[in-house]
């Protein structure tokens, strides 16, 4: 496909519409995609930071070289924080301007994407992918996230485009901008270098055709000063990979995990319902061979950050198969599906086909039984709310384990700062009360501390409060409770704040 033929594509709320009917179907996609920015990405502003969110806030505010950072050197790392920084001197600590950087960002990876379908499949596809985009709840997820996932989404989508426009027309200005980005990209975030395969394997493809402006030597040029910017980064990283058994979240993925990550149900599912409207709905003019799909392209940056990342898991003993890792591929997923649309889909359907998957994730992830649907299942700030209500000016006790990981002997104790990282939902969401950190969960280094806490401190109180991650709540909920005589002490939840649990231990009259 040419370029003028792929600018041809109107993607909203430019070009031309010609027809009563185009018109028609012109406007309600438009009417359709503006829904879907709303209702998935707008509304979940305002709600509560989830975990991460609150790292975020707490690197703003106490900056980089923050000595408790040290628990987690991996947190800062990223030039990401300086859109949220710059939000905070204009709105300070608000959680929708911590998020609108990522809104815009992933407005314009939709802008992206979308011509990079009309290029690499079909004109008609720039409104399908823009749709169905938000079919998947990851890609939604990012545009409403204070972290780096949605400005990588974005810089991946240019960079790409770039790399397109540089392999079809030879021009410096495209190479540069592309080796900008892609020096970028690793900068965000140090899990992104699996997409750099995606870089390097559609490159080749086109070299190797012979269908590129570009030389060998000038890819050779551009790569090399790509790789030689990334030094920094690359020798950080390896420094960091020493100690990342501290830092994992997640079991070694399985294959069946493997496969659910690659999307195969909508990948799968836009083929086969574009062979039904082919055969359905295509008239003999229709039938015409589909055009030539970059395949290279469209199936590396579906597999290979999925591939990477599940090998890479596997051989280390180290997984970082975490589903917000995988954010990145997952544009690869919808323009895969829309490949495999394009083999049987009639090209008069594909506004049409546009508008249902808009429809559809409106109607699947649109949650319209919430006014203003959450972005995360996490009330940190209603929780902490309620914690303020319950210890009222009163000295009370408030116990409160680490939602991080990262929160154990020898870098927790009792007296670990409790506005330190580990504690950021304190430092976000601040409560009142006599606060006594508790680690993660009980690691044996901590049992005795715990104990002598318990007998010191909480048997002579007449109540206490228990806050924290509902995992590492709950666990010390049920530990407390073992030793507390259930004829003298009674448990109530205070809420359901999602992920996130308050209990109060309140001696009875007896």
């Known amino acids: 496909m040419s370029l003028p033929e792929a600018n041809a594509a109107h993607f909203p709320p430019g070009g031309t519409v010609q027809g009563g009917e185009s018109k028609i179907l012109h406007w309600l996609a438009v009417l359709v995609l503006a829904a879907c920015i709303v209702r998935l990405w707008v509304m979940p502003l305002p709600s509560s930071f989830w975990v991460d969110e609150m790292g975020t806030a707490f690197v703003v505010r106490r900056g980089a070289d923050e000595p408790t950072l040290r628990a987690a050197p991996q947190v800062p790392a990223s030039v990401y924080y300086l859109l949220p920084a710059a939000m905070d001197r204009v709105f300070g600590l608000n959680e929708t301007a911590y998020r609108l950087p990522s809104l815009l960002a992933m407005l314009a990876a939709l802008w992206f994407l979308s011509r990079l379908a009309a290029r690499l499949i079909h004109p008609g596809a720039a409104w399908f992918v823009a749709c169905a985009c938000f079919l998947l709840r990851g890609f939604n997820y990012q545009a409403a996230d204070a972290r780096p996932y949605a400005l990588g989404t974005c810089v991946l989508a240019a960079s790409l485009w770039l790399l397109v426009r540089w392999l079809d027309t030879g021009r410096l200005r495209h190479a540069a901008g592309f080796a900008i980005l892609a020096a970028l990209l690793w900068r965000i975030h140090l899990v992104f270098w699996p997409l750099y395969a995606v870089y390097g394997i559609y490159t080749a493809a086109r070299l190797r055709r012979g269908d ?195 929160a154990k002997p020898p870098v927790w104790s009792l007296n670990y700062p409790t506005d330190g990282f580990l504690y950021s939902h304190l430092f976000v969401y601040p409560i009142r009360g006599r606060i006594f950190p508790l680690p993660f969960d009980r690691f044996p280094a901590a049992a005795p501390v715990i104990e002598d806490l318990f007998g010191r401190t909480l048997e002579g109180q007449g109540r206490f409060i228990l806050y924290g991650p509902a995992g590492g709540a709950g666990f010390w909920a049920d530990w407390f409770r073992e030793r507390l005589p259930p004829e003298r002490w009674i448990k109530r939840n205070e809420g359901n704040f999602g992920d996130v649990s308050v209990f109060l231990f309140e001696r009875t009259a007896q």
Request: with cysteine; glycine share 6%; aromatic share 12%.
């Open 212 to 406: 590129a402006k570009a030389a060998w030597p000038a890819a050779a040029g551009v790569y090399a000063a790509i790789a030689l910017a990334l030094l920094p980064v690359s020798l950080r990283a390896m420094r960091l990979m020493k100690e990342a058994g501290a830092h994992v979240v997640a079991a070694p993925p399985s294959f069946l995990v493997f496969v659910y990550s690659l999307k195969v149900g909508l990948v799968a599912g836009a083929g086969m319902a574009a062979l039904v409207a082919g055969w359905m709905l295509s008239k003999r003019e229709d039938r015409r061979p589909a055009r030539r799909c970059e395949w290279s392209f469209l199936l590396a940056w579906w597999l290979a950050p999925p591939v990477l990342l599940f090998t890479f898991s596997w051989l280390t003993g180290h997984s970082i198969y975490v589903p917000r890792y995988l954010y990145l591929a997952l544009p690869g997923a919808v323009l895969a599906a829309a490949a495999f649309a394009s083999l049987r889909l009639p090209e008069r359907h594909w506004k049409t086909s546009a508008i249902a998957a808009g429809a559809l994730a409106l109607a699947l992830l649109g949650r319209w039984g919430e006014a203003w649907p959450p972005h995360h299942n996490s009330d940190w700030r209603a929780a902490a709310a309620a914690v303020n209500r319950l210890a009222g000016e009163a000295d009370t006790a408030v116990l409160c384990p680490s939602p991080f990981i990262e």
